[in-house]
């Protein structure tokens, strides 16, 4: 097992290497005017414009730019990123907990809702319960995440005053931001209640309670669907048959043998879930105003700021191959039939 | 289950919307977060409304003024009648306040002046504001040569410039400089040299000053921190929340502001703006012309409009030379009905009548909600060169046609033309722009052709500096108030837009030149006048519209003034006179 781990991760810096150089070759496609336009807000300072362009190396041949750039990656510098205004390897640190704490607090109930109504939708075909959750499971599909994101704000913020946008109050950001709260985790939830500040806990949470359940609802659908058609797959097998003919409780049936073999495409859907919420939940995190990861990507890849474009590609990749790591010891452990490494 | 979310949600409990939330602090919702704090680095209107409220300035404008200043860290303002300015306008000695101290509470000195504007000048970073003061202090915009290389009379020609007597600062200008007070106005506040110095920044001596000559943004000091004197602090800048707190400075020399924090918070999104303005956590918020009538009738919610700005936007510019190397805007590149040559927009006549083809008064009835008045030049109405009696175009068809007919020596007319017109992705003004001209255009001749595209804002870049694009849709924010901050960019041949444009005109040089260098406020405006009736025949630009714009905030919030050349305003501002009831 540690073997086999150690095999995936040694990969790691080869799939970074390609990520990045794939990267830096799509972007000298770009002109130096096209890429200094990062610099340039207003056209009063294009007469400079070529000063930026020397001031910044954009001329210098591609590898060039790419071996200074892997230099300075090689002295721990990913270079200074101009969306985020900070260096990138500080924005990563700066923006992943937050990604990451809406991720963990949204993931476990997508998981939850989607595996179980998935599995009665199953059970159940063409009752009610499998009814409902196929309704739940198109509108989720359909409805664009901006547009559920802002009925819920609209609802529960704008009319009831009940859940706001943003990570906390002004209030909480005075305390969180003060010399005597320490930042154990990056986690604030965690962080309010490992400071002893339960209000503070209760304020944050209240702020997260949207965005999860925009991303609960947007993305359980996928998982309920997948699993509801695997759950039907395998209790459609001769196997199943042959369990209910010895008379085998159906309980039984469904949790120890149907779900069990459903769950494989599942934990592969649900790795993918993971690295998809954390590397970014962009249209979530804007309309909601959390200071995620995914809000930097995508604004650092609109203005074209490389070293942003490429601090969080390598958070992305990095990701992807835990995620598959993660992914395929799950397979051992809910399938014995697999053994990883043989 | 449905009891459980309920009980939840009543423990994490309703306030109220209709109760101030708030009154110490005044929170401000916009789009942009700012780029730096680093007053001779910082060259955006979101950084240098922060500056202008954690520094001071020797002047300000008074109130609502674009013309009257008001002194902050000088005693008075110089005029010719109490000898602050020369008999030849070229010295200008300005009496400094005593008494006012940093935010840590050393006092500002007369060296702290001098250090701050000669730093202003020397930091000179590649497409930053360092060229406003250059300009009339040493004569030149930049302290680099074409070839990048700091030119070697610039620390002689500085020192030359600016130099303290006692408590009088003494600017010395190679020529008289009209516009002088009214930069000082606004940009190289004072920092505070020893708090610089400590923390690595230039010293003040001519052995280091090159150090520090187009530095990288965050190698400064000063660049996420801040040491002034002005009526606020810096508290905090996150990053990562795009937030930034000020607080009170209680030592300020005109008394404490009223508000304890200002909170000025990036949030990208609309929608959210107007919810947290509705229920009271924000007091007010950034918001564009079209969005108003969703901001109408919200309870307790205030909006201000018909506020005058200095600006001119959108502006139509032709590219009178098209480079013409491997461009798909200019179709054939030739006069064949599927294109047009490179020199297309050089012919007067092609020009006029574009001019003619526009729905200016539709433009600002429909688009603009009828807020705003068809321009008369490039000069804003809100500037003393404006001439409201100045010439316009307006959309007839008929001459239109006429100077088609004769363009190009006649031939436009049979063979017809297709080109692109260009303008950034997500302007809808400058979008509706291109639209119309096409619509009126292709109506006159079913030979003529213009399609519209929309492209990001780097391509755009790219195609508008290496002059690409045959039109071009754009618009102009003042630096200062003074007429000479747009007739020199939009007329003079070395300005911003006709360089790209490729259009050269003597006269108007020799205009805009004698314009600036002279004092005379009636002679000034005669000239500015006469360059602008030029330009109507010229043609080189069409102006729409001289805009106002509208401010939203709670009705709770006093205080507030409007003045167009402050940053920000009127959506952020100045908020030292701002109180929240």
């Known amino acids: 097992m540690l073997k086999f781990c150690l095999k995936r991760l040694a990969f790691l810096p080869f799939v970074m290497f390609g990520v990045t150089a794939l990267l830096f070759s799509c972007l000298q496609f770009l002109s130096p005017e096209m890429r200094a336009s990062l610099y340039i807000k207003d056209p009063r300072q294009l007469s400079q414009l070529e000063a930026v362009i020397e001031k910044h190396g954009l001329r210098k041949p591609v590898y060039i730019q790419y071996g200074l750039w892997l230099k300075q990656v090689a002295r721990g510098e990913l270079g200074y990123s101009e969306t985020a205004k900070m260096p990138v390897a500080q924005a990563v640190k700066a923006f992943f907990p937050a990604t990451f704490e809406l991720t963990l607090i949204a993931f476990f109930p997508i998981m939850i809702v989607g595996v179980y109504f998935g599995v009665l939708s199953a059970v159940y075909k063409d009752k009610l319960i499998d009814h409902v959750s196929r309704f739940v499971a198109i509108t989720g599909y359909s409805l664009p995440s901006f547009v559920l994101g802002l009925l819920l704000l609209m609802v529960f913020y704008g009319r009831l005053h009940w859940f706001p946008p943003g990570r906390y109050d002004l209030a909480t950001d005075m305390l969180v931001h003060a010399d005597s709260f320490r930042h154990w985790t990056g986690l604030l939830t965690l962080d309010c209640l490992l400071n002893g500040e339960g209000k503070a806990f209760l304020t944050v949470a209240k702020h997260m309670v949207l965005p999860a359940t925009t991303l609960l609802y947007i993305s359980v659908a996928l998982l309920l669907r997948i699993t509801r058609s695997t759950m039907l797959e395998e209790l459609s097998k001769d196997y199943v048959r042959t369990a209910r003919a010895k008379g085998l409780p159906e309980k039984v049936i469904i949790r120890k043998h149907a779900l069990a073999n459903a769950l494989i495409p599942v934990v592969t859907l649900s790795s993918l879930m993971f690295i998809g919420l954390l590397g970014g939940v962009v249209i979530t995190e804007t309309v909601f105003d959390f200071p995620g990861i995914g809000r930097w990507g995508v604004q650092a890849a609109q203005q074209l700021d490389i070293p942003g474009v490429l601090g969080s590609t390598l958070l992305a990749a990095f990701l992807f191959v835990m995620a598959n790591l993660v992914s395929d010891l799950l397979y051992a452990v809910v399938d014995p039939r697999i053994r990883v490494g043989n | ?581």
């Open chain 2, 1 to 581: 289950m449905i009891r459980l979310i309920l009980v939840v949600a009543l423990v994490l409990g309703a306030v109220p919307a209709t109760a101030a939330k708030n009154p110490d602090a005044y929170v401000y919702l916009t789009i942009s977060d700012a780029d730096s704090l680093d007053p001779a680095y910082s060259y955006d209107t979101a950084s240098h409304m922060l500056v202008l409220n954690i520094y001071e300035p020797l002047f300000q404008f008074d109130r609502t003024s674009t013309s009257e200043l008001i002194p902050l860290l000088a005693t008075a303002v110089p005029t010719r009648e109490n000898g602050g300015i020369s008999p030849d306008g070229r010295t200008y000695t300005i009496t400094l306040r005593k008494g006012v101290k940093f935010h840590d509470g050393t006092p500002v000195t007369p060296e702290d002046v001098k250090w701050s504007i000669q730093r202003f000048i020397l930091v000179d970073r590649a497409a930053g504001p360092s060229a406003l003061l250059m300009e009339p202090l040493l004569g030149y915009p930049s302290t680099r040569g074409d070839d990048g290389k700091i030119l070697s009379d610039v620390w002689v020609d500085v020192e030359k410039a600016v130099s303290v007597q006692g408590d009088k600062l003494i600017l010395r200008l190679p020529r008289p400089y009209a516009p002088l007070l009214s930069i000082l106005a606004s940009w190289a506040p004072v920092l505070s040299k020893s708090w610089a110095a400590k923390n690595g920044d230039w010293d003040g001596s001519e052995r280091t000053w090159e150090k520090h000559n187009n530095p990288s943004k965050q190698a400064s000091p000063f660049f996420e921190r801040a040491m002034g004197s002005g009526p606020f602090k810096l508290q905090r800048w996150d990053r990562k929340t795009k937030e930034i707190i000020l607080e009170r400075h209680d030592g300020y020399w005109r008394g404490p502001a009223k508000i304890k924090n200002v909170v000025i918070k990036g949030v990208n999104e609309f929608g959210t703006r107007k919810l947290m303005l509705q229920a009271g956590d924000a007091d007010a918020i950034y918001a564009d012309r079209p969005l108003l009538t969703q901001l109408q009738g919200i309870a307790g919610v205030q909006i201000i409009d018909d506020l005058p700005t200095v600006e001119m936007n959108p502006v139509v510019f032709f590219t009178h030379e098209i480079n013409a190397a491997g461009n798909s805007f200019i179709g054939s590149g030739k006069l064949d009905g599927a294109g047009i040559p490179p020199d297309f927009f050089n012919d007067k006549d092609v020009r006029k009548a574009f001019a003619y083809s526009f729905d200016y008064k539709g433009f600002i009835t429909d688009v603009m909600r009828g807020k705003g008045t068809q321009a008369t030049g490039a000069i804003p109405k809100s500037l003393p060169g404006h001439n409201p009696k100045g010439r316009k175009h307006s959309l007839d068809p008929k001459l239109a046609e006429e100077h088609f007919r004769k363009a190009l020596g006649g031939r436009l007319w049979e063979e017809g033309f297709k080109f692109t017109i260009a303008f950034n992705t997500g302007n809808l003004p400058r979008q509706t722009v291109c639209q119309i001209l096409k619509r009126n255009i292709e109506k006159l001749n079913p030979k003529f052709k213009i399609d519209v595209r929309a492209v990001e804002w780097p391509t755009f870049l790219d195609n508008y500096k290496s002059s690409k694009l045959p039109i071009f849709v754009m618009g102009w924010n003042a630096d200062y108030p003074d007429p000479h901050n747009f007739a020199f960019p939009f007329l003079h041949s070395k300005g911003d837009y006709p360089m790209t444009q490729k259009f050269k005109n003597p006269e108007f040089d020799r205009l805009v030149e004698e314009a600036n260098s002279t004092t005379n406020a009636a002679k000034r405006k005669e000239v500015y006048a006469k360059l602008q009736d030029l330009a109507f025949d010229e043609a080189p630009q069409l102006y729409i519209i001289d805009g106002v714009r509208y401010r939203t905030q709670r009705d709770w919030v006093k205080g507030w003034y409007h003045n167009p050349i402050f940053p920000d305003s009127p959506y952020g501002g100045y908020f030292y006179p701002i109180s929240k009831d």
